[in-house]
């Protein structure tokens, strides 16, 4: 009998939350997000990428 067997790992993407970007903007390209009392900026870059600065 092994006891060292590992389960195999889900798919994150099965299990996670999926937000759009441009959604969270509402078309823009920055919104605000609070988490507890801190306010954080997610920003769409003209690249394409995203930032998120406190």
Do not use: C, F, W
């Not at 993407?13 to 509402?26: D, G, N, R, V």
């Not at 609070?34 to 990428?49: E, F, N, P």
């Amino acid at each position: 009998m092994n006891l060292n067997v590992v389960p195999p790992k889900k798919n994150t993407q099965e299990i996670l939350p999926s937000y759009s970007a441009k959604e969270l903007t509402e078309g823009g390209d920055q919104a605000n997000i609070i988490l507890d009392d801190q306010h954080y900026k997610l920003r769409i870059t003209r690249s394409g990428k995203l930032i998120l600065t406190k």
